[in-house]
């Protein structure tokens, strides 16, 4: 009997942070986050970090669905 792995899409926020490294975070997973030199270097670890958290913790994906990403100026 072959078992399929079920494959699921997540939004990954990339940052760069003042020390010039790239954050990569998962906001469907509380604290699912990672780091890297580059970009691609952030968002393979990241995908590493995902499979923790859904196989060690059986996180399931958030029902919330990405819409998309506004930049909003405040003034204070």
Known sequence: MVM?????????????????WFVARVPDIQGCQT?????EQALERVKEAIQVCVEVDKIR?????FVGL?????RV
């Not at 792995?5 to 010039?20: M, P, R, T």
């Not at 994906?61 to 669905?65: A, E, G, K």
């Not at 506004?70 to 405040?74: E, K, P």
């Open 4 to 20: 399929r792995k079920k494959v699921y899409n997540f939004v990954v926020l990339v940052e760069q942070d003042a020390s010039g």
């Open 35 to 39: 780091q890297g030199k580059t970009v």
């Open 61 to 65: 994906p958030s029902d919330m669905r």
């Open 70 to 74: 506004q930049n909003v100026q405040v």
